[in-house]
């Protein structure tokens, strides 16, 4: 079970931290991603980590803007979101998966969304 957490309100150009705590142990070959879900939009990519090597993957538009990370100690994955922009709101999901992907079909663990707003 993963469960997200730190969303909240923000000013353009703030920053967030969200984390996702599994209530279970992460092997090494797992995936974690976060996604995103605007209203009236699909759910889209954010950035993945791998848990075992730590490689992270990001789409285009949170890149140099956000970080995703991770404590093995404590199961849990974060994402550090810095220069926030109106069109970051949304409901963040963290997910985990035992391979790399973009798409929602790569992840077979979800945890409850998290909102994120940000007030231009």
């Known amino acids: 079970q993963l469960q997200a957490s730190g969303g909240g309100l923000v000013q353009a150009g703030g920053s967030l931290r969200l984390s996702c705590a599994a209530s279970?142990?992460?092997?090494?070959?797992?995936?974690l991603g976060w996604f995103r879900q605007a209203p009236g939009k699909e759910r889209q990519f954010v950035a993945a980590?791998?848990?075992?090597?730590?490689?992270?993957y990001y789409e285009d538009s949170v890149r140099g803007r956000f970080t995703i990370s991770r404590t093995s100690a404590e199961n849990t994955v974060y994402l550090q979101m810095n220069s926030l922009k109106p069109d970051d709101a949304a409901v963040y999901y963290c997910?985990?998966?035992?391979?790399?992907?973009?798409?929602?079909?790569?992840?077979?663990?979800w945890g409850q969304g998290t909102l994120v707003t940000v007030s231009s």
């Open positions: 997910a985990a998966g035992t391979e790399y992907g973009t798409t929602q079909k790569a992840y077979k663990w």
């Open positions: 279970r142990r992460i092997f090494s070959s797992h995936v």
């Open positions: 980590i791998r848990w075992g090597s730590g490689i992270r």
